[in-house]
Each structure stands twice: as C-alpha cells, then as structure tokens.
C-alpha cells in the first residue's frame, strides 16, 4: 500500500471532458466510489465512480462485460448495492479495479465506446450510505482538539495522561448515519441549566458539528486475530467527509462516567464519496511525533508509517444560515485545516482496535474524532471555535453564531494539491439542522 503507480501521472487524460475543468475534485486519479441511483427514481442502488462530473454506473459497466479477471470480480461486486462487497475483495482487487477504469477512461481507450453508455450525470443522482456500517467507531485522534477541550474543564491540566499513548475512541451508533443532504430535527435530551438544582428534558441549546474524515474498513480480520501495524493498511478501503453533530448541552451532562451517549447518536452525516487510500498516495506525509513525547509503543510504530503515515488532506467547513440562503450567498468559511496535524494514524487506529483481539467487518466505519489544527482559526467545532460558547463568530453578512440555529447549514469539503500530482477531491458533506419537534 502507499505505493504510487501509473494511476497517479498527472499528465493522464480522459475521455470525459469535465475530468479537466478546473477545480474539479474527480479527475482520473481519483476514481473514488459511491452508492448512487436517479433522483426520485425507484431505481435499485448501486456502486458508482466518479469522473469528472459524471458517474460510471458500475452495475451497466458489469453488463459489458468490459473487464477481465480480477478487475471484472471487483467491478461485479461493486455493483451490488451497497460497497460492502467490493470491499471485502482486499486491497489487490481494489487495485486491480482501479488500473482497468484508469485505462479504460483515457483519451484513445478502447473500451469508450461500451463505457460511454454507462455514464450518468452527478447533477441527477441521489446517493445512498455508501456501505451496510455495521459498527461505527468514533476516535478523537486531534491532540489540538482533544487539548483545547480539555482547557476548558481543566485549565492547568488539559490532556489527559492516556492520551498520548492510546488512541481513544469510543463505540457509537451507526443507525443514525447518513449521507450528504441529511437534515434532523435539533435533538431533544435531558440537560442541567446553569444553576438549576435538577436536570430537564429541553430542546439542546448547544447544537455543534465535529469536522471528521470517515475511515472505511475493507478486509475485516478474524474474531481474536489482531491486525499488525505493518498490515493495518490492507484493511481500510478509503476515507470520507464526516460530521459528527454534538449536541454539548446533552453530552455536559450525560457523559460521565461513560461517555458521551445520547449527544452524539441522533445524526452523523458522511459525504457520498469514498476515496481509496491508493488514490491518496500522493499525499502521505510522514507521521511526527514532538521528541519529547512518548513515543508509540511497539503495537503502534512500524517504519513505513513514521516514514509516510499521515495524510495531508485539506479541509474546511462552512456554515450557511438562512438569510445567507436566502441571499444566495454561499456559506461563510469557519475553519481550515489538514488532517496531517492529527496525532494518530489510520494503520495505528486500525492496530489499536484490533489489539485486544476485537474483529473489524468490511463496511465498519471510524470517525478520526475532530480534526482541529494548532490554532484556533484550525479549530473544527464550535465549542473550540468560540471557546465554549464565550465569543460569538461573526459571520461576514454581520450575523453572529455561537452554536447552530435552526435552519443553518454546514458544508464539509475536502482536498489534496499540490505541486507534481493531479487535484482530488473528496465532494461536499452537507447537512442542515430543522426545528425541534414539539
Ligand atoms: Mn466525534
């Protein structure tokens, strides 16, 4: 894994003008996969790639009978429903499958003209969750977040002493996941007001995001058989946009001593897109650790994920409230960052998971917990953003935020550039907050 090949050459062309307009986030490098069908249609699901602004139904390129061998496998399990097939073959057939569509997406292919009819625009589809996710884990693998939250419940003692030697996480819900459009009702829950002597059950007043990327499980591994570090890789089909709505009022007061429960599990909203980790192998960085931290016990170093572990995977998130909307303006930009800044890596949540023996399934889903940068214009959720809820953002239309009000949308992109290696993108996560119900 990690490695790059001809899949990545910038200079690759494709038959499918719009994989070339500018600003695109699906060129031909990228090839990322979905479950897709035709808005309002009854039309079963199915897996589907992007290219440009298109999508390569997988199930009609299966009936072509385009592929050969292992990439003809992997193109017939990829047009079930749902992903969970394609992504239990393991990383060999994934990459097969992304060589046969590379190839046969160039400018002079061969396979234009049956592929040519397999297309379906972006602009008419509908997405579905893009695999079964039998078990979502949510990490919190930003040392920034995890310390700007921490500040404001223990000023002189922020981090906790676990957090530098073990990934945290957390089992949450995966029946509340869904994709790009979800909208929900504010969540309801039990909270105790600023000095009331007893809890009630009140709409939340605190309703945040949590910037994520989602980590899909590909391969899974057997029930009391760890996944090494070495190998950890193998098991992860690609990433997505994540937003993990909090509602903090609710998680206050609920969270102890188990953590955070009812806060979390009313919506989490993943972009449709799921790019492959092959297809962010430009963009590995080296995994760094400060000297003077401890550094990752032997379960959790290897050489090739210092060498190349982390990502540098951009990000941002907006919010659009209502008379922005209804300005037709877009949403105003709340933070930038990149995932590189986490201090925790795929192959070390994955070897952390799987130490104790626990089994991973394809379709299983991680969140990498908030991904807040060092400062605090970096900072993915509001909690951190207006400390606590003590300074208001100001937004450029001259409204001002504190927490999410109703009707507020919040968009979620994600991108890798840079200079020898072609632009991919990760599309839009997008989900607006409606009115509690009475
Ligand atoms: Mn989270």
Same mark, same amino acid.
Request: proline share 7%; net charge negative.
């Given at each position: 894994?990690?490695?790059?090949?001809e899949?990545?050459?910038?200079?690759?062309?494709s038959?499918?003008?719009?994989?070339?307009a500018?600003?695109?986030?699906?060129?031909?490098? /990228?090839?990322?996969?979905?479950?897709?069908?035709?808005?309002?249609?009854?039309?079963?699901?199915?897996?589907?790639?992007?290219?440009?602004?298109?999508?390569?139904?997988?199930? +009609?390129?299966?009936?072509?009978?385009?592929?050969?061998?292992?990439?003809?496998?992997?193109?017939?399990?990829?047009?079930?429903?749902?992903?969970?097939a394609?992504m239990?073959?393991?990383?060999?057939?994934?990459?097969? =499958?992304?060589?046969?569509?590379?190839? *046969?997406?160039?400018?002079?292919?061969a396979?234009?003209?049956?592929?040519?009819?397999?297309?379906?625009?972006? *602009?008419?589809?509908?997405?579905?969750?893009?695999?079964?996710?039998?078990?979502?884990?949510?990490?919190y693998?930003?040392?920034?977040?995890?310390?700007?939250?921490?500040?404001?419940?223990?000023?002189?003692?922020?981090?906790?002493?676990?957090?530098?030697?073990i990934?945290?996480?957390?089992?949450?819900?995966?029946?509340?996941?869904?994709?790009?459009?979800?909208?929900?009702?504010?969540?309801?829950?039990?909270?105790?007001?600023a000095?009331?002597?007893?809890?009630?059950?009140?709409?939340?007043?605190?309703? @945040?995001?949590e910037?994520?990327?989602?980590?899909?499980?590909?391969?899974?591994n057997?029930?009391?058989?760890?996944?090494?570090?070495?190998?950890?890789?193998?098991?992860?089909?690609? =990433?997505?946009? +994540?937003?993990?709505?909090? *509602?903090?009022?609710?998680?206050?007061?609920?969270?102890?001593?188990?953590?955070?429960?009812?806060s979390?599990?009313?919506?989490?909203?993943?972009?449709?897109?799921?790019v492959?980790?092959?297809? +962010?192998?430009?963009?590995?960085?080296?995994?760094?650790?400060?000297?003077?931290?401890?550094?990752? +016990?032997?379960y959790?170093?290897?050489?090739?994920?210092?060498?190349?572990?982390?990502?540098?995977?951009q990000?941002?998130?907006?919010?659009?409230?209502?008379?922005?909307?209804?300005?037709?303006? *877009?949403?105003?930009?709340?933070?930038?960052?990149?995932?590189?800044?986490?201090?925790?890596?795929?192959?070390?949540?994955?070897?952390?998971?799987?130490?104790?023996g626990? /089994? =991973?399934?394809?379709g299983?889903?991680?969140?990498?917990?908030?991904?807040?940068?060092?400062? =605090? @214009?970096?900072?993915?959720?509001?909690?951190?953003?207006?400390?606590?809820?003590?300074?208001p953002?100001?937004?450029?239309?001259?409204?001002?935020?504190?927490?999410?009000?109703?009707?507020?949308?919040?968009?979620?992109?994600?991108?890798?550039?840079?200079?020898?290696?072609?632009?991919?993108?990760?599309?839009?996560?997008?989900?607006?907050?409606?009115?509690a119900?009475?």
């Open positions: 894994m990690g490695l790059m090949n899949t990545h050459d910038p200079a690759l062309r038959w499918v003008a719009s994989a070339h500018a600003g695109t986030d699906f060129p031909l490098q /990228n090839l990322p996969f979905a479950s897709f069908r035709r808005q309002g249609s009854n039309e079963a699901f199915r897996g589907g790639v992007a290219i440009g602004d298109q999508i390569l139904d997988l199930a +009609l390129a299966a009936r072509t009978g385009v592929f050969t061998g292992e990439a003809a496998l992997a193109l017939q399990a990829g047009a079930e429903e749902r992903l969970n394609l239990a073959l393991g990383p060999k057939a994934w990459s097969a =499958l992304r060589l046969a569509l590379s190839r *046969a997406l160039r400018e002079g292919a396979e234009q003209t049956r592929l040519a009819d397999c297309l379906v625009p972006q *602009a008419v589809a509908e997405y579905g969750v893009p695999a079964r996710i039998g078990d979502y884990t949510d990490f693998t930003s040392v920034h977040h995890a310390t700007n939250i921490g500040r404001q419940f223990r000023p002189d003692n922020p981090l906790l002493p676990n957090y530098k030697w990934p945290i996480g957390y089992h949450g819900r995966a029946s509340s996941i869904g994709v790009s459009g979800q909208a929900f009702h504010r969540p309801r829950g039990q909270t105790l007001a000095g009331a002597t007893q809890p009630s059950l009140e709409p939340c007043q605190r309703l @945040d995001i910037l994520e990327l989602g980590i899909f499980v590909g391969t899974g057997p029930l009391g058989e760890p996944v090494p570090v070495t190998e950890a890789e193998d098991h992860v089909f690609g =990433l997505c946009l +994540l937003n993990d709505w909090s *509602a903090r009022d609710i998680q206050a007061w609920e969270y102890q001593p188990l953590g955070p429960f009812l979390k599990n009313f919506a989490t909203t993943l972009s449709p897109w799921i492959t980790l092959e297809a +962010l192998a430009p963009y590995r960085v080296p995994f760094e650790r400060p000297a003077d931290d401890p550094q990752p +016990l032997p959790l170093d290897s050489e090739a994920n210092r060498r190349q572990g982390s990502l540098d995977i990000l941002q998130v907006a919010l659009q409230t209502p008379k922005m909307r209804d300005a037709g303006q *877009a949403g105003a930009t709340i933070c930038r960052t990149s995932y590189r800044h986490a201090y925790w890596t795929v192959a070390q949540m994955v070897a952390h998971h799987t130490v104790n626990c /089994n =991973l399934q394809p299983d889903l991680f969140g990498s917990g908030t991904l807040s940068g060092p400062t =605090l @214009d970096q900072a993915g959720a509001l909690i951190e953003l207006t400390t606590g809820g003590k300074n953002l100001s937004l450029p239309n001259g409204e001002r935020r504190t927490w999410l009000e109703d009707g507020d949308s919040v968009v979620i992109r994600g991108w890798c550039e840079k200079a020898g290696a072609a632009r991919i993108g990760f599309g839009e996560c997008v989900g607006t907050v409606l009115p119900r009475s």
